[in-house]
């Protein structure tokens, strides 16, 4: 396997008040075509940061992100928000889902940005949908659906653009033990099945289990775990 994701000596600070405070210190690591890595750590160790790099939200104060030899600390803002557009897919604890939109328009909405005839990002939203079951839902807005409903309509949005990278942040956290159960297995059922490459920070031990391998972040570094 190839690597798709390569991080190098990847430096993130942040000031509170007059203190700063370095959260990534010298982070490196390879995310490999078609491999599922988790990320572990305790609440504050900048996990969600070190997503927010990686998926072009950020930038980072040094070191390198390179995506099939792209840099993205490189890169124009316009050419950033098309790189997250087009390449990478997110899923966030919290589903971000606009309320005053059903289902099926929130679904539709990257493909929408990206120009895509309605009709065209209907059907594919619709396909969407039907792959983590919600089909029966699409008409619904988000304050009709449950909690687990709602982030199964998150990550179709994530997906419907045909992302080659998934990158989420506590997919489970915000649900009882069985519905995360099911979420994370939706999101291993979906990684393979749509050839993707994925990076999940969780505190669920199950998801972490079923993932390629998984790290520890802290003291600003990624650490192996054993398998």
Do not use: Y
């Not at 690597?3 to 982070?27: C, E, P, T």
């Not at 065209?120 to 619904?140: D, P, S």
């Amino acid at each position: 396997m190839s690597n798709l994701l390569q991080v190098r000596d990847l430096h993130k600070s942040f000031m509170s008040g007059s203190q700063r405070l370095d959260v990534l210190i010298g982070l490196s690591l390879d995310l490999a075509e078609g491999e599922m890595i988790a990320v572990t750590g305790v609440s504050g160790s900048g996990k969600s940061t070190l997503l927010h790099l990686l998926g072009g939200m950020d930038r980072p104060d040094r070191g390198s992100i390179r995506i099939d030899e792209q840099d993205l600390p490189s890169l124009s803002l316009l050419e950033l928000a098309r790189f997250r557009n087009e390449t990478v897919g997110f899923v966030f604890q919290l589903h971000h889902l606009l309320p005053e939109f059903t289902a099926l328009e929130n679904v539709m909405m990257p493909l929408l940005l990206r120009e895509k005839a309605a009709p065209e990002a209907r059907t594919a939203a619709m396909e969407m949908l039907a792959g983590v079951n919600m089909e029966a839902r699409a008409h619904h807005r988000p304050g009709e659906l449950s909690g687990g409903e709602q982030q199964r309509i998150a990550i179709a949005r994530a997906l419907v653009g045909k992302p080659r990278i998934l990158l989420a942040d506590e997919p489970t956290g915000n649900l009882d033990p069985h519905t995360g159960e099911s979420i994370a297995s939706l999101i291993r059922t979906l990684h393979e099945r749509h050839r993707l490459s994925s990076i999940i920070v969780t505190h669920n031990e199950k998801l972490a289990q079923i993932c390629s391998r998984a790290h520890r972040l802290e003291e600003g570094k990624l650490r192996p775990l054993p398998a």
